[in-house]
């Protein structure tokens, strides 16, 4: 128990036993305070007369009635436990590879996160990263793409399936795979689905920023081959002057064609987010970026068989007319940005906004000799400058709402855009033939440029839809009835 003299500023704390003393105190009358918790506070009055007096004190016990306690609790969905306690309680077959995990990776793409899945194999592309997903065993366009729960489209042309090395790997919360889809889930699948979590408004005030570099080994062996990609035409000159229009040589550029080495070029990686919630932990926010640099490259050896084998040394023994020998430099400069914003209404109703745009020029150039095995012989030296951008956009508006205890529902409406641009792919060959000279050595002949090919491609997907789903709660069961709108732009 606290006692306090307000005249005098000054007071003391009871011991065990509840005795109390105050010293070095005048004659005079003087107003005594006296609380301890849960009991209500006492003020007496008393006079002090000689050196020292005796003063008993007691207190009345208090109460108060609390209507009810609120006990609220938030699950970090970034960690290894709370991935493997989703993974338990899912209602199908899912694996998820949270935030903490990939960060301890040295996957810096989404594509090649995706190869430490049990049961999922990747494809990959000429650079040799992680492209697309095999699921259970089903080819890539068995699967669909999903973000934060929303189908998106593919920048590809000719395909649905979507390049996983699009997605910087710490943008996400979590990556789930399903490999059993259910009835509320898109139906177009046999494999599976791949399921994007990207990062969510946290509870605080959180800012983080990640950088780091590094080197390919091959580009200690050789040097990185590149071009300058800035003065390349994304339109065709039928595009800019009309189908009709012929072309001249004046309208193409070479400057693509012009090759620079450099010796072992350096990485570089960033990233940064930015989140709090505010307005009385109302309105939260999310923005994280990531930009990538990176140069990639490999070697590789491709023998070209003859069509009819050889009867010699055995039947059927195969024989190749060429070698090719390809060397790969490609620069690839990734970059992207989402934001989320939730508005908490009430207890009941909840409302996010959701943006992401990813982007990825690929610039690559391939160096082919094509060699026989011959001496001499025709021989041909073959480059090709291909640049490609692709890019995938998405906005989301989503609500989610409580009308009674067993009654929820939850809508979302999303655009989604996806473009794929490779301007001005450009293919050179050089010839030239190795004859016996006079002397008994072979001689290297003048050099002749092929005709040279320019191809523009280009590509847009873009979707509309509307989702709306409803939960009813019962004692013993849970019935989920959804119905699903979807809207998609003709070309």
Same mark, same amino acid.
């Given at each position: ?5 307000? *005249? ?6 009871? *011991?065990?036993?509840?005795? &109390? ?59 290894? @436990? ?15 590879? =949270? ?38 065993? %089903? ?54 689905? $791949? +399921? %994007?979590? $990207? ?8 800012? @983080? ?5 590094? &080197? ?6 050789? =040097?990185?081959?590149?071009?300058? @990609? ?7 000159? @039928? ?27 350096? +990485? ?89 745009? %990813? ?50 529902? +939850? ?24 004859? $016996?000279?006079? *002397? ?7 050099? &002749? ?19 709306? +789903? ?22």
């Amino acid at each position: 128990m606290t006692v306090k003299i307000n *005249d005098k500023k000054i007071g003391t704390l009871t *011991d065990l036993e509840g005795k &109390y003393e105050i010293k070095n105190i005048s004659a005079g009358t003087y107003e005594i305070h006296c609380s301890y918790t849960g009991y209500k506070k006492a003020e007496h009055k008393i006079t002090v007369t000689q050196d020292k007096i005796t003063f008993n004190i007691s207190l009345t016990e208090t109460s108060i009635d609390i209507g009810e306690v609120v006990v609220k609790g938030s699950v970090n969905k970034e960690t290894e @436990s709370s991935a493997r306690k989703s993974e338990k309680n899912s209602d199908n077959i899912l694996n998820i590879i =949270p935030a903490k995990t990939i960060q301890l990776l040295p996957d810096i793409t989404v594509g090649n996160i995706l190869q430490r899945i049990s049961g999922v194999s990747v494809v990959r592309n000429s650079s040799g990263d992680g492209q697309y997903a095999i699921i259970r065993g %089903m080819d890539k366009r068995y699967n669909y793409t999903l973000v934060n729960g929303i189908k998106i489209p593919s920048p590809d042309n000719k395909n649905r399936y979507v390049p996983m090395d699009i997605f910087p790997a710490e943008m996400l919360e979590r990556l789930e795979v399903v490999k059993a889809l259910t009835p509320n889930m898109e139906g177009d699948a046999i494999g599976g689905a $791949m +399921n %994007m979590i $990207m990062k969510s408004a946290p509870d605080h005030l959180t800012i @983080s920023a990640t950088a780091s570099t590094g &080197y390919s080994q091959l580009f200690a062996d050789r =040097p990185f081959s590149g071009f300058d @990609s800035k003065g390349i035409a994304f339109q065709a000159p @039928s595009e800019i002057h009309g189908s009709k229009y012929v072309a001249v040589p004046s309208d193409f550029s070479v400057k693509h064609l012009n090759y620079q080495e450099v010796k072992l070029p350096v +990485n570089s990686l960033f990233g940064f987010t930015l989140g709090n919630r505010i307005l009385n932990n109302k309105l939260g926010f999310v923005i994280a970026g990531s930009f990538q640099k990176t140069y990639r490259g490999s070697n590789s050896i491709f023998f070209n068989p003859n069509g009819q084998p050889s009867p010699d040394p055995a039947p059927n023994t195969p024989l190749f007319d060429k070698i090719q020998k390809r060397e790969y430099s490609t620069l690839q400069t990734r970059s992207g940005l989402h934001t989320k914003l939730d508005y908490l209404l009430n207890a009941n109703n909840k409302l996010s906004l959701y943006g992401m745009f %990813m982007q990825l020029d690929e610039e690559m150039h391939r160096h082919t000799m094509d060699n026989s095995f011959t001496v001499l012989g025709d021989e041909s030296i073959l480059d090709r400058s291909r640049f490609q951008r692709q890019n995938i956009y998405n906005a989301t508006l989503q609500g989610n709402h409580t009308l009674t205890p067993k009654l929820k529902f +939850n809508w979302s409406a999303a655009y989604s855009n996806a473009t794929s641009k490779t301007p001005d792919w450009t293919d050179l060959s050089v010839t030239y033939k190795i004859t $016996m000279g006079a *002397d008994g050595k072979p001689t290297e002949s003048a050099r &002749y440029i092929d005709p040279v090919t320019h191809i523009w491609t280009h590509n847009q997907d873009e979707d509309k839809s509307g989702y709306l +789903n409803f939960i009813y709660d019962l004692k013993k069961c849970r019935n989920i009835c959804r119905r699903d709108v979807s809207y998609k732009k003709p070309k």
